[in-house]
């Protein structure tokens, strides 16, 4: 009897199905990664998908996290998933990833590793936004796609999270499901700034105070790495370019520079 097939949400790169609890995704060979997911098992990381090898269709097998993910319809999301519970979880989630990845080393190479070699500090996970965690009863309970994880500083993790996830963006949730608004200074100011802070403290760590210089940095980066990238002929990034990324998140780059003060 064949397997059902179940098409899941999000792959904005890879096709993703679900068969039985196994998810199965068509993507390139990443043995960085496959060995970072073996690692992080033998460390007890229970936030995590396990990897499981490759199937006869040569897609990679990971066990699946029970749970909602917002994949593709980020920012639209239900309201809970922007809730400071929410958030707080986030947060202890990535400190436990993080602390869970100390020590990891392998021969292969990632693409993502952080420039400064000197600051490698824990496996960066370089995408741990809503769209890739995974909800149950309202609050995260994993995080998946580590297809962009790559050696770096803690806060380089972080300043990605918090943009998306506080969110520092040129949008604000609307405290109403599926439905965001245009960021102002007046109804969303000092919330960042909360949520910004229970977002270190939930983590374990002070407010860096050069955040504004993290942040900034870490979304010019993403502009250098999708437009290299797809300049490089790399099909993903190539669609993702096409599809308006690279000149979104360039337009997020003068939002974070005239309003990161507001709330900092």
Not at 98 to 105: L, Y
Not at 110 to 133: R, T
């Amino acid at each position: 009897m064949k397997d059902h097939e179940e098409i899941l949400t999000g792959g904005n790169i890879n096709k993703v199905v679900k068969v039985g609890e196994t998810v199965r995704r068509e993507s390139k060979p990443n043995p960085y990664v496959n060995d970072l997911l073996m690692y992080l098992e033998q460390r007890g990381c229970p936030y995590v998908p396990r990897y499981l090898g490759v199937d006869g269709k040569g897609r990679e097998v990971l066990s699946y996290i029970q749970g909602v993910v917002p994949g593709n319809n980020y920012p639209e999301n239900e309201s809970y998933m922007w809730s400071n519970m929410a958030l707080a979880e986030l947060a202890k989630i990535l400190r436990g990833f993080h602390d869970s990845s100390v020590g990891f080393s392998t021969s292969e190479k990632s693409l993502n590793d952080y420039p400064e070699e000197s600051q490698h500090e824990v496996v960066c996970h370089n995408d741990a936004a809503l769209y890739n965690v995974v909800f149950k009863d309202e609050l995260p309970v994993g995080i998946i796609d580590f297809d962009m994880a790559g050696f770096g500083p803690r806060i380089w993790d972080i300043a990605y999270t918090l943009y998306t996830s506080v969110p520092l963006a040129g949008f604000a949730p609307s405290g109403e499901d599926y439905t965001v608004v245009e960021y102002n200074k007046i109804d969303h100011a000092s919330m960042r700034k909360e949520r910004i802070k229970l977002f270190f403290d939930s983590y374990g760590m002070d407010v860096p105070m050069d955040l504004k210089r993290w942040v900034i940095s870490r979304i010019n980066f993403m502009c250098t790495t999708l437009s290299e990238r797809a300049a490089a002929g790399d099909p993903a990034f190539i669609k993702l370019v096409e599809e308006g990324h690279l000149a979104h998140y360039k337009k997020e780059l003068i939002f974070l520079d005239k309003h990161f003060d507001d709330w900092s």
